[in-house]
């Protein structure tokens, strides 16, 4: 509520907390369940409370415990996902005793107990008068929703429901160790299930049944598989880096699509972002799966003065700084962090970078453009606004704007490759 992300914030609290590895996942799964509800847990403690709670500590635990009450399953106790969800009276007495941990809260128990106990009394009501609104219906903020409704009037509904549930684990099978269906074997001595999708590009794809540890994927820390969504597997193919070519990976951090590039062929990388704490975990990346050192060097892309060396790439990979709408099911505080005037903010940097990197692209080069949104502004848009610019751009095969209520075991991602002319016309590229 800060505007610090998930993923940020538990590694701190987890130090300061001595959190124990199985208490941070806990911790995890509660936070997700509770972000990918928050729109209507706010309009249900609005109608139970018409003020503003103090202290906040107090209202962010309601928000918590009724998030979890209306959860999709409750009262029933059951759930498909990793995360149980109580009986009502378990979780009413839970956030009661909850209160006394915290002198802050220590106060607010009568309050909590008295709110959580009329809910649970007229949880139908409460739910109906809340879910009028569209950010309590469809739990994303209402300018998010409006956006999408523009864009996808057929779909949008869908859309944003879909972005409320758990999504599939995707592994890729290193192909340098072997194929999926090897893979899928070992995965069944270890009682685990997959499905090997069918789609062009994801050759090393599986699709587990249900989410599991890293701990208990068959010899992931010997570099055999790496968790990677459907959709961002795409990349590597469509790269199409081969043998002795240069690549550029604009924007590489953490290392998943780096490490595809080099099980698929023998290229020299240069790996490239702007965070140095995240470039390190390239490095890290690569290791694991026993994949050929690259350069890895932490500089801002755009500004091409500070890194280039002046040779020019044969595959420039720019998965760019985006919303991420595409991948609110993985990562449910992301539309609560996100504010609309992040959109044509973040349009205007994928501008720039697009600009500063086609220079470097050698003729008869191809570069791929890739932002994990659904936002027409980081996708379609962008990438019809960059042809008009450059006429030595052509517009190769590409899938274009992927969305998750047409594919379900993708995430929202979009995908435009561009092929630079070369001086010659009768090239097969000209």
């Known amino acids: 509520m800060a505007g610090q992300s998930l993923a940020s914030a538990l590694p701190q609290l987890a130090i300061a907390g001595r959190w124990s590895a199985a208490e941070r996942g806990a911790a995890q799964a509660i936070g997700f369940e509770v972000l990918r509800g928050l729109g209507r847990a706010q309009a249900v403690l609005c109608a139970l409370h018409s003020k503003r709670i103090k202290p906040p500590e107090l209202e962010q635990l309601l928000l918590v415990a009724i998030a979890l009450l209306t959860a999709p399953g409750n009262p029933q106790g059951d759930s498909a996902g990793p995360l149980p969800l109580y009986p009502e009276h378990t979780l009413i007495n839970q956030a009661v005793q909850a209160c006394a941990l915290r002198p802050k ?3 607010g128990r009568g309050l909590v107990n008295a709110l959580l106990r009329r809910l649970q009394a007229e949880r139908e009501h ?13 739990n994303h903020p209402a300018w998010w929703v409006q956006r999408v409704r523009a864009a996808y009037p057929q779909d949008w509904a869908n859309l944003l429901d879909l972005a409320a549930q758990r999504p599939a684990m995707a592994l890729r099978v290193n192909a340098r160790w072997g194929d999926r269906n090897a893979y899928l074997a070992l995965l069944r001595t270890q009682g685990l299930h997959a499905t090997a999708p069918e789609t062009p590009g994801l ?36 790269l199409d ?25 023998d290229c020299e990388v240069l790996a490239l972002d702007h965070d140095a704490a995240r470039a390190e975990r390239i490095a890290g990346a690569l ?26 790439f044969d595959r420039i990979l720019l998965d760019a700084p985006c919303s991420a709408s595409g991948i609110v099911r993985r990562h449910p505080d992301i539309r609560w962090l996100r504010q609309d005037s992040d959109i044509p903010a973040l349009a205007a940097q994928q501008t720039a970078l697009l600009e500063a990197l086609w220079p470097l692209l050698a003729p008869g080069g ?49 995908y435009a490759l561009f092929a630079k002319r070369t001086e010659h016309r009768n090239h097969p590229l000209a």
């Open 105 to 107: 809260t220590r106060q």
């Open 126 to 138: 409460l739910l109906q008068t809340a879910l009028l609104a569209d950010a309590a219906r469809y």
């Open 203 to 238: 050759e090393q794809a599986l699709i587990l049944h249900r989410p599991a540890p890293v701990q208990d994927l068959p010899l992931f820390e010997a570099g055999a598989v790496s968790v990677q969504d459907a959709s961002a597997q795409l990349a590597a193919g469509l």
């Open 241 to 265: 880096a081969r043998d002795g070519m240069r690549v550029l990976d604009a924007c590489a951090a953490p290392g998943g699509k780096t490490a595809h590039i080099l099980e698929r062929a």
């Open 287 to 312: 290791a694991r799966l026993r994949l050929p050192r690259v350069q890895v060097v932490a500089a801002n892309a755009a500004q091409t003065g500070t890194w280039w060396d002046g040779r020019a």
């Open 366 to 414: 191809r570069l791929l453009y890739a932002t994990c949104s659904v936002f027409p502004e980081e996708g379609s848009e962008q990438a019809a606004a960059f042809l008009r610019r450059h006429g030595d751009a052509l517009a190769w095969t590409a899938p274009g704007q992927i969305l998750p209520s047409r594919l379900p075991e993708h995430d929202g991602f979009f």
